[in-house]
């Protein structure tokens, strides 16, 4: 039977996961909360906290705040200021190869090197989402009537992808093959590559504002509707002609945040009403590993070996399930 350990936080959980062996709870509070063993809270912005990204080799949270500043906090307290963007809101990050970080405020994108050095990308509208692609330093860019690829580290015209209406959030699949966004009219949009082929996944009751690839990138994982909904990327025209997988669906509350296991057909699925399901791709079996409570579940992730999942709800709530004793 899964367990949970309670976590004290408070405030709307940004982010919830894992950095090696410690979780980590990112508080709109503007502080990060590491549990292994002991709890220890660590105050990264001296006003709210909006965002919080790991770093691609796990030893690191990546934050940004209200007070412009994108710092690095480590599970041992240290925290190091990556950039800072004095009265900026930073409240869109990405953490790509190589220790870069892409940042943006308002029509304007930046991408802080490892080595400190900062290349700048401004656009005509506002920046709603930013990603890295799985290979090679691009930085992809969501934005109003489509996406923008840009090369990273080096000067050169960017690609362009185009699709009418405000486009929210952006993620790669983890071949490399697919480029998708969540829009503000309750759908996603998607493009192939290889062929700039547009793909369009409509239907949800509300916007997706929570994804997840499972292992080997078989299927995406969203929120937005009374069930997850797992699109299919396996076969050569991606989900375009394929019916979803509808998991853990209930009839009064919608979906609010899903992840995928690291490792098996499974994704961790979070309710309006703070409700966290497990459920397989195979067959839609369900195993309860939390009970209803205060607020939406906003924040979720697994450790390395799937064994653990950190959760946070809007209000505050937050713990880890273990599924073994």
């Known amino acids: 039977m899964p367990t949970i350990a309670p976590v004290d936080a408070d405030g709307f959980i940004v982010r919830a996961g894992f950095l090696n062996d410690t979780a980590y709870f990112a508080s709109g509070e503007g502080y990060v909360c590491f549990v292994e063993g002991a709890e220890a809270r660590v105050q990264v912005h001296e006003g709210g906290l909006l965002a ?19 710092q690095q906090v480590a599970p041992d307290g240290s925290i190091g ?61 969501a934005r109003y009537d ?105 009839g009064d509350f919608l979906v609010t945040a899903v992840a995928c296991h690291p490792r098996e057909e499974v994704v961790a699925v979070g309710y309006q009403d703070g409700m966290v399901m497990l459920c397989r791709f195979e067959d839609n079996a369900e195993v309860l590993l939390r009970r209803p409570g205060k607020g939406p579940v906003s924040a979720l992730g697994w450790d390395g070996e799937g064994v653990r999942l950190a959760f946070g709800t809007e209000e505050g709530e937050a713990g880890i399930i273990s599924l073994q004793d």
């Open 52 to 70: 919080a990204e790991r770093t691609l080799d796990g030893k690191a949270l990546v934050t940004s705040g209200d007070d412009g500043k994108i």
């Open 81 to 141: 200021l990556l950039a800072e963007r004095p009265r900026k809101w930073i409240d869109l990050l990405a953490c790509g190869p190589n220790g870069a970080v892409g940042f943006a405020s308002g029509r304007t994108a930046w991408v802080r090197l490892a080595d400190g050095k900062e290349n700048e990308f401004t656009h005509e509208r506002a920046v709603g989402g930013l990603t890295f692609a799985p290979k090679g330093m691009k930085l992809a860019v």
């Open 146 to 250: 489509g996406a923008t690829v840009w090369w990273a580290n080096a000067s050169g015209k960017p690609q362009e992808y185009s699709w009418k209406g405000a486009h929210l959030g952006i993620t790669y699949s983890p071949d490399g093959k697919y480029l998708v966004t969540s829009m503000q009219e309750n759908a996603l949009h998607g493009w192939r590559l290889a062929d700039e082929q547009d793909m369009r996944m409509t239907g949800y009751p509300a916007k997706v504002k929570s994804w997840s690839w499972s292992t080997k990138g078989r299927y995406l994982a969203t929120s937005g509707a009374n069930a997850a909904i797992l699109w299919p990327f396996s076969g050569k025209t991606g989900p375009m002609g394929q019916t979803p997988l509808q998991l853990g669906t209930r």
